[in-house]
């Protein structure tokens, strides 16, 4: 065994978030962990990263018993990791961030760093990931899919024996997904291995050679990827099956326009011609760079349109900032939630209080009681797991985080939510949830507006989807003729 994990404990306080955890890795083989948000899988990641200390427990590497309490420690034993949340610096490049603390220095120079070797060593990572782009730009200019590409050409970067790959797909699309599993069969052919952490089970099913189960912070079993199908890993995780809904009963009424675009132009977007109807889910799909946030960005005034015409409620309207859009009552969830969609080290009930501080204030009062009830009554309705509503955000799992970023929207005053790709990193279990909390606000009247790179959300709870290709759209699927293969057409410029 090339690593064996035997009962790993830790706790944080109010949470028991791992207990006797055992966990084994075979060379050359890609071994899954899956199980619901919170179950501790990010928790064991760093772990064996050496970025947490856990409380008791072994780690053997080839037989032999090992420290790994330090970063450096892990990374000597081959051990590199992709971090759920991303963790590079925005101010450097693509180039510099590849390498981060231990650039290549020069030989003869003591401390200084061989820059023409950093340059055509980061182009090899680039070239392996498939990816064209300016090494010299600037990192925080990335989008969020290229940002993560970027994370994982950093940690392939060390030469590693085990690489730990904590919800790599989240943010990307299934171009980018390809290459990853071409590169993670290349990997496996070395006999490197590889821990790979999704709730994307039908990746796990085409990747995994076998997949262990975490629920609550204790080992469930570990199972042979091809012995077993999906349903049988969903009852794993979750204790229970899932039912097995489709969402799209139409609740729309296409007589009611709320939004609509006319040659509306921007930033990595062109000629959009769009009406939302009330009380519709309208969902974006396409590859990424398509220009789908791009879009929505300027719907809601955070990059503002160059030209073109708004219309809310059948008025012309000008949305030059977030502030004009959330007085029409428009409001948007990003697909970034930790730099645009929470406020990360305020606590939670602080969040549900930022979006909605309107609905808590009479005469200049905040009433601190309803907005700890509100926030009491969302942490229910949308499963969200934490010790108590003080609980600071940055200590939620990445899932519950994302339950966080959505559920401070659902609560305010509005006609239209903007949603960018809602349930990144989210279980299959809460993703029901929340595809029921969306319908349910469109049965009340508001209209939403989808982006989503995730195809089975897409086909299950749309009732209209356009698909945008290059800047533009390319095409409008109802939800009776869409199919998976109609839209990759389209997503592809055909
Ligand atoms: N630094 C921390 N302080 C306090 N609690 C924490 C901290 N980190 C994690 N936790 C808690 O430990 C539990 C396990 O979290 P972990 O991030 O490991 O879950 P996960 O399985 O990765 O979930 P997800 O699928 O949402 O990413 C959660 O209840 C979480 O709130
Ligand atoms: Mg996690």
Do not use: C
């Not at 084994?24 to 064991?44: C, M, Y």
């Not at 609740?251 to 977007?269: P, T």
């Not at 609560?411 to 903007?418: G, M, V």
């Amino acid at each position: 065994m090339l690593l064996e994990a035997k009962k790993i404990s830790k706790k944080f306080p109010g949470v028991q978030a791992l207990k006797d955890v055992d966990f084994n890795l075979k060379a050359g083989e890609v071994h899954a962990i899956i199980g619901e948000n919170g179950a501790g899988k990010s928790t064991l990641m760093h772990i064996l990263s050496g970025i947490y200390e856990h409380d008791s427990g072994e780690f053997y590497i080839n037989n032999k018993l090992t420290k790994l309490n330090s970063f450096q420690k892990a990374k000597k034993n081959g051990i590199s990791i992709v971090f759920q949340e991303r963790s590079l610096f925005p101010n450097l490049s693509i180039e510099e961030n590849i390498f981060g603390a231990s650039p290549p220095k020069n030989k003869n120079i003591f401390f200084q760093i061989d820059w023409t070797n950093l340059s055509k060593k980061a182009q090899e990572y680039l070239d392996q990931l498939n990816m064209t782009i300016n090494k010299k730009v600037l990192v925080g200019e990335l989008s969020v899919a290229r940002q993560q590409m970027i994370e994982i050409a950093k940690a392939i970067s060390n030469d590693f024996k085990i690489l730990i790959l904590d919800e790599p797909t989240a943010s990307i699309t299934l171009q980018e997904t390809e290459v990853l599993f071409e590169l993670i069969n290349e990997f496996k052919k070395e006999g490197r291995s590889i821990i790979y952490i999704s709730h994307r089970l039908k990746e796990i099913k085409k990747i995994a050679d076998r997949v262990s189960v975490l629920k609550d912070g204790e080992y469930v079993g570990t199972f042979n990827s091809p012995d077993v199908d999906i349903d049988f890993l969903v009852n794993k995780m979750l204790g229970r099956s899932l039912e097995n809904k489709k969402f799209n009963d139409i609740s729309s009424s296409e007589d009611e326009i709320v939004l609509s675009l006319r040659n509306f132009n921007g930033h990595g977007f062109k000629d959009i011609n769009l009406d939302l109807f009330k009380g519709e889910i309208l969902t974006l799909t396409g590859l990424s760079g398509a220009g789908r946030t791009e879009l929505a960005y300027a719907i809601f005034g955070y990059v503002p349109a160059l030209n073109g015409q708004i219309k809310i409620y059948n008025k012309d309207s000008k949305i030059n900032h977030p502030k004009d859009a959330i007085a029409n009552g428009i409001g948007y969830l990003s697909e970034n939630r930790k730099e645009l969609g929470l406020f990360i080290g305020m606590e939670y009930r602080e969040n549900i209080e930022s979006n909605n501080l309107d609905k808590f204030t009479k005469n200049y009062i905040i009433n601190w009681g309803k907005r700890d009830k509100v926030s009491n009554e969302l942490k229910d309705k949308f499963d969200i797991k934490i010790p108590h509503i003080q609980q600071l955000v940055l200590n939620l799992s990445g899932g519950n985080q994302q339950k966080v970023s959505i559920s401070k929207w659902i609560y305010a005053n509005l006609n239209i939510l903007i949603v960018d790709e809602p349930t990144i990193g989210v279980d299959v279990g809460a993703k029901f949830a929340i595809y029921k909390i969306l319908k349910e606000i469109t049965n009340n009247g508001v209209s939403v507006l989808m982006i989503s790179s995730d195809i089975n959300e897409t086909l299950n709870i749309s009732d209209r989807i356009l698909v945008m290709f290059d800047g533009k759209i390319n095409g409008e699927l109802k939800s009776d003729e869409a199919n998976e293969e109609k839209i990759l057409k389209m997503a592809s410029g055909l």
